[in-house]
């Protein structure tokens, strides 16, 4: 909206800029023109049969000069290829010979520089006024698309926090409401185990989504140091292992021995621990997952691979963004904030690495986190 008064405003200042440089090359050159009127009807006056203004013309302002020659019946002459400008100096003569044609004559009259210098200095200003409103409305666009993004970051956390916390809270207190009636005959101790295993399922929500809001804040601090990656790894595997053996599943690692990176462990941990969380949600029944760590050449990789249903090509960028659903009915089942491949992705980019997804022959998926040129 505010570049049609913008647009006003420069093209306002162009016309009087425009119009005042007339009106001064009109008092500049009046004296030429009525000198070059005197001389034109002078000639038509004296002029004989043989005379011609094509002969006249040259020798009277210089062959230099664009000159145009417009006969009565509207015939036009230019004697050279020289362009005309607004500035051309025109006379219609009105006595003798030549009564009726008019003559154009430009470069006879000199203009001052400082005439042009005004007009590109009044361009120059609207340039700057242009500009100025410009950057003003992107900084105006930026601050609401920004104000914008965070209400829509504020009220997808809330719907999710929301969804994702109502089933374990509501688990427990029926869990609790079970036990507090003594009139059942219960396994108290199954019970609790339950109420816990549900309280760490809301503690694991809390941290995913505070993990989150320190990267987008970028609060999120990165050591980088030595580390034995196939140690860092077993040590993601142990912890994760007997959610699959719960299930009947299969957690596997092939990993050579001793092979170095500089890197963040606790960062890439968290990224590692995420891609096996996500096999396991999503791999198949029961579900099985492979961690493979690749030293080839100067490039590193480590390729978690699942046996779920694969993801489709066109949804392979979008599963990285936050609180992205790929399959409804398959998340309603599995649960989860959404936000582990986001968060994955996030860190995996401060630890100067790059992820991606790939289909398997076999079916499944294989999450890649590649680190190139590390030798």
């Given amino acids: 909206m505010p570049l049609v008064p913008t647009a006003m405003l420069v093209k306002s200042m162009f016309d009087t800029a ?7 090359v009109a008092e500049i050159t009046e004296g030429y023109r009525n000198q070059a009127a005197l ?5 038509s006056e004296s ?14 302002f210089g062959s230099d000069q664009a000159i145009q020659i417009s006969s009565p019946k509207g015939k036009i ?3 050279n290829s020289l362009p005309m400008t607004r500035d051309a100096l025109s006379h219609q003569i009105t006595t003798g010979r030549f009564n009726g044609w008019t003559v154009a004559v430009d470069g006879f009259a000199q203009i001052p520089d400082e005439i042009n210098e005004q007009v590109t200095k009044s361009i120059q200003k609207a340039a700057w006024i242009v500009a100025g409103v410009l950057l003003a409305a992107g900084g105006v666009w930026f ?10 970051l504020r009220s997808d956390v809330i719907t999710a926090i929301s969804h994702e916390i109502k089933t374990p809270v509501s688990a427990i207190k029926v869990l609790l409401e079970t036990l507090e009636d003594s009139s059942e005959s219960i396994n108290r101790a199954e019970y609790l185990s339950l109420i816990g295993k549900e309280n760490d399922r809301v503690a694991e929500l809390a941290e995913q989504f505070l993990t989150y809001s320190r990267l987008e804040k970028g609060q999120f601090p990165i050591k980088m140091e030595e580390c034995n990656l196939a140690q860092l790894i077993d040590r993601v595997a142990i912890l994760e292992r007997p959610f699959f053996d719960a299930v009947g599943g299969r957690l596997e ?9 500089r890197t963040d462990p606790t960062a890439l941990e968290i990224v590692v621990s995420n891609l096996i969380d996500n096999a396991r949600k999503y791999g198949g029944s029961p579900p099985r997952c492979e961690i493979v760590l ?8 480590i390729r978690v691979v699942d046996n779920g249903k694969g993801i489709p090509t066109e949804e392979r960028r979008a599963i990285f963004q936050r609180f992205y659903r790929t399959d409804s009915e398959l998340h309603r089942k599995t649960g989860g904030t959404g936000l ?21 022959q076999s079916g499944g998926a294989s999450f890649v986190i590649t680190w190139r040129n590390t030798q």
């Fill in 47 to 60: 002029a004989e049969q043989t005379d011609s203004l094509e002969e006249y013309l040259p020798g009277l």
């Fill in 294 to 301: 690749n030293n080839e050449g100067s490039d590193l990789s």
């Fill in 77 to 79: 002459t230019e004697l």
């Fill in 18 to 24: 425009q119009a005042e440089r007339d009106l001064a």
């Fill in 39 to 43: 001389l034109l009807d002078r000639f």
């Fill in 143 to 152: 601050t609401i698309h920004r104000r914008l993004r965070i209400d829509e």
């Fill in 253 to 261: 690692v092939k990993c050579p021995k001793d092979i170095f990176l």
């Fill in 340 to 360: 582990g491949l986001a968060i994955s992705r996030k860190l995996v980019k401060l630890l100067r690495a790059g992820i991606h997804v790939e289909s398997n």
